[in-house]
């Protein structure tokens, strides 16, 4: 038994060492297929890249940057990535997009076809960045697949944002009422102000994240033709929207009359005591100046730091911290007013 149980455990010692050594001679020739690919890559990107330099900066375009191999569209791929992360010119952006639907919107339409979840990502973003709209319908098909990962389904939502696909408002308020703000957010501010207006009109149907995400995009874009929708909005909410509607206004930075703000300096929530105080620095209200120098006093650090703030935005706000430096008996207040003295000093 003991010499039948000793060549049972040499053959499975061998064994496991066979197994070794071929894995570690395929991983080896992987390694090595893998190297001379990059390799090849390499020399068609230094070979492509003056020409896509030539053909986005002054338009003429060369033969010789038609990809004849699954390499050589990996090579011109790569290289309008990197131009796409730079350039800045309308001009340029759109020769980008020209060559890249000539010679990549097949590629792509196979791509997106893959069963390998990185492939599908992977070419999402590169019809993005290229702002490819030769594939919406392809890209919105994909909506319609039975397994689709949140990733891929908000990518795709954001490529159909960025193409302004209309039936997207349809989309978002009956099939997609799920997201999260942050989802709707990055989608939202890629829609241009005509679409964009049907979502403030549809504002108070909406579920709250939509409504979180149409404010915040509201005080990205600090456009102030919506100043009448977030000033009735502040009126005729509370809680978290009204909260996102009063962000909107102190971003946008402008009121017509300022005196139905002013009692929020004195609000019994933190919140708006400190985005109130934020309204008054962006505006600059002298009258308002005290209320600012008592909210230095507030038991909420986040109030003082942004009434800190707000005082410094006005020409003699230096000359205000000082004085409270010098003779209010507060210590946060002081130091809230040396903080903000010293700042970028």
């Known amino acids: 038994m003991p010499n039948n149980e000793l060549f049972i455990l040499s053959v499975l ?23 001379k690919r990059r390799e090849k890559i390499e020399k068609y990107k ?34 309008l990535s990197r131009y796409a992360n730079v350039l800045e010119g309308e001009e340029e952006s759109k020769r980008l997009t020209e060559f890249a639907s000539m010679h990549l919107t097949e590629y792509y339409r196979k791509q997106l076809k893959s069963k390998k979840w990185s492939t599908r990502m992977n070419t999402l973003y590169h019809i993005d960045d290229f702002n490819m709209i030769s ?15 949140h990733e891929e389904l908000v990518h795709i939502l954001r490529i159909l944002a ?3 696909f209309q039936p997207l408002f349809q989309m978002l308020t009956n099939n997609y009422q799920y997201l999260s703000e942050y989802d709707y957010r990055h989608i939202l501010i890629r829609i241009e102000k005509q679409q964009f207006d049907q979502f403030v009109l549809h504002f108070y149907k909406a579920e709250l994240p939509l409504q979180k995400a149409v404010l915040e995009v509201i005080s990205i874009k600090r456009e102030r033709s919506y100043l009448p929708f977030i000033e009735n909005s502040i009126h005729s909410n509370t809680g978290e929207v009204k909260l996102r ?14 005196n139905p703000y002013l009692d929020l300096l004195y609000s019994t929530k933190w919140e708006e005591r400190m985005i109130a105080a934020k309204l008054i620095g962006s505006l ?14 507030d038991q909420s650090w986040w109030v003082r730091y942004q009434a800190g703030q707000s005082i410094c935005q006005f020409a003699n706000g230096k000359d205000i911290l000082r004085k409270v430096l010098e003779t209010s008996n507060d210590v946060f207040a002081k130091d809230m007013a040396w903080e903000w003295l010293h700042k970028g000093v």
Not at 284 to 297: D, N, Q, R, S
């Open 245 to 258: 509607s009063l962000k909107a206004l102190a971003e946008i930075g402008y009121v017509k009359n300022i």
């Open 13 to 35: 010692t061998i064994s496991i060492l066979c197994i070794l050594v071929i894995l570690l001679v395929y991983l080896t020739i992987r390694k090595a297929i893998d190297i």
């Open 284 to 297: 600059k209200v002298e009258k308002a100046m005290p209320g600012l120098i008592e909210l230095l006093h």
């Open 162 to 164: 960025l193409f302004q």
């Open 46 to 79: 230094e070979i492509y890249n003056p020409l896509i330099f030539q053909l986005l900066t002054e338009g003429s375009y060369s033969r010789a940057l038609t990809p004849e191999s699954p390499l050589q569209q990996k090579a011109i791929e790569e290289l």
């Open 135 to 149: 594939l919406l319908d392809d890209v919105y098909g994909l909506t319609k697949k039975n397994r689709l990962s």
